[in-house]
């Protein structure tokens, strides 16, 4: 099991940039998958990136282009890179790690 906590979250206008981290318990070398998901108030949890063991990304079409995810294995972090922030972007994200590890949360508000 492992311990993921996030970071990174605050208040932005839209076309501005934020980067999220994921701090691990263990490296990050040893788990499958790191994802990305955010959820906002009455909406499902969405999907929004991907990273596997072997390098490979994944995006949702929503965030395709202008998000990045990546990680620093010295340091066992998991980073969300986010430009182009729009107001639809607004929602709690969270760090999830294989199989059903979670984050509690970090609030991204985009403003218009």
């Known amino acids: 099991q492992v311990q993921l906590a996030e970071s990174g979250g605050g208040l932005v206008q839209s076309g501005e940039s934020l980067r999220l981290a994921c701090g691990t318990s263990?490296?990050?070398?040893?788990?499958?998958?790191m994802a990305w998901y955010r959820q906002a108030p009455g909406n499902e949890r969405e999907w929004v990136a991907t990273?596997?063991?072997?390098?490979?990304?994944l995006y949702g079409d929503s965030v395709k282009g202008r998000f990045t995810i990546s990680r620093d294995n010295a340091k066992n972090m998991v980073y969300l890179q986010m430009n182009s922030l729009k107001p639809e972007d607004t929602a709690v994200y969270y760090c999830?790690?294989?199989?059903?590890?979670w984050g509690q949360g970090t609030q991204v508000t985009v403003s218009s």
């Open positions: 990273i596997l063991r072997d390098g490979t990304r």
């Open positions: 263990g490296s990050i070398l040893d788990i499958l998958v």
């Open positions: 999830k790690a294989s199989p059903n590890s």
